[in-house]
């Protein structure tokens, strides 16, 4: 069994900065693609950034230049480094990887349990 802990959300002013990181363990053979989604109140959830397990980004125009997302293979960590944070980004942020399990051994999408970020003065 896999679990994904997520940390590191709470509440910030406009332009400040707040770092999310999310952690998987349990019997995991190798993790994919690393991500964080975010959900904000009357609206869909919504792909914020990816990494690889390559090392290719991708992110959502919205966040381009203001967020990065890095991975840790040793420890199984997705990070999300945020700056310039406007009202706007104020949701439920939560992770998800593709993690392929030792024993059996299949591929399936795990999630975060989610964060919240509140940006507001």
């Known amino acids: 069994q896999v679990q994904l802990v997520e940390s590191g959300g709470g509440l910030v002013q406009p332009g400040g900065s707040l770092r999310l990181s999310c952690a998987a363990s349990?019997?995991?053979?190798?993790?994919?693609?690393m991500g964080w989604y975010r959900q904000a109140p009357g609206k869909q959830r919504e792909l914020v950034a990816a990494?690889?397990?390559?090392?290719?980004?991708d992110y959502a125009d919205s966040v381009k230049g203001r967020f990065t997302i890095s991975r840790d293979n040793a420890k199984n960590t997705v990070y999300l480094q945020m700056n310039s944070l406007e009202p706007e980004d104020t949701a439920v942020y939560s992770c998800k990887m593709a993690i392929t399990t030792m024993t059996p051994r299949y591929q399936y999408n795990a999630w975060g349990q989610g964060t919240q970020v509140t940006v507001s003065s």
């Open positions: 349990g019997s995991i053979f190798s993790i994919a693609t």
């Open positions: 990494v690889t397990s390559g090392g290719k980004t």
